[in-house]
């Protein structure tokens, strides 16, 4: 089945403690993207990899990190998580360079930081 | 990057057809529109693409008139399963940019 699979799905952390959200996209996708999703600010892109070793900011790049070691996986990174960072997070994948850029998202991770 | 407009609230009953206007009046020639159905608590859902003129799938229309202004997504028959929140993206490649969205209510 393809799907795009993040983990944890829940997750309470302290502010400061360093944390990693995976991401992973059975569909051999080459394009891959986080947003946080926030009342009444909608969907924001945070980071977004064209291939592997490829990413690049998107407009809250701010506090977080992302590496693209592998084609199938986009981890995101919270080297020091504020309580501003608390949020919806999502994580998407499509094909790149394609007309019909229909994008997969995973079911979200839900960060609270205290 | 094509900015687009729809309405923030729907209401509707069940059974009857939904359209929803989004309008995106500086689309660059290369964009498509294209709709998103978000569930609470659950990532979007791609429902349907088009360039111009109309495209049907098995789940929706999608009208798209000439000038490309502005699109209309049309859900017939809805169910109270279709209340969600449906997003309209004007992009192309993978340079997506959501909005607020509309809020679809269906009532029973």
């Known amino acids: 089945e393809a799907q795009v699979t993040q983990n944890p799905r829940y997750l309470i952390t302290v502010t400061g403690k360093k944390l990693t959200v995976t991401c992973s996209q059975n569909?051999?996708?080459?394009?891959m993207s986080w947003y946080r999703q926030d009342p009444g600010l909608g969907l924001r892109q945070i980071y977004y990899?064209?291939?592997?070793?490829?990413?690049d900011k998107g407009d809250v790049p701010e506090g977080y990190k992302v590496s693209r070691k592998e084609k199938r996986n986009f981890p995101l990174i919270l080297e020091s998580p504020s309580p501003n960072q608390t949020s919806l997070y999502f994580c998407?994948?499509?094909?790149?360079?394609?007309?019909?850029?229909?994008?997969?998202f995973g079911q979200g991770t839900r960060l609270t930081v205290v | 990057l094509a900015k687009t407009t729809q309405p923030i609230s729907m209401d509707s009953y069940e059974g009857q057809e939904v359209n929803i206007t989004c309008s995106h009046n500086?689309?660059?020639?290369?964009?498509?529109i294209t709709w998103y159905q978000q569930f609470p608590s659950q990532g979007p859902r791609f429902i349907i693409q088009?360039?111009?003129t109309k495209v049907t799938n098995e789940v929706a229309s999608l009208f798209i008139p000439a000038d490309r202004k502005s699109s209309t997504l049309s859900l017939p028959r809805v169910s109270l399963s279709d209340t969600a929140v449906y997003y309209c993206?004007?992009?192309?490649?993978?340079?997506?940019?959501f909005g607020a969205g509309t809020r679809l209510t269906v009532k029973p």
């Open positions: 990899s064209m291939n592997v070793e490829v990413t």
């Open positions: 569909m051999n996708h080459e394009y």
């Open positions: 500086n689309i660059a020639t290369n964009d498509y």
């Open positions: 088009g360039y111009k």
């Open positions: 998407a994948s499509s094909f790149a360079g394609a007309l019909n850029t229909e994008a997969f």
């Open positions: 993206l004007a992009y192309f490649n993978n340079d997506m940019r």
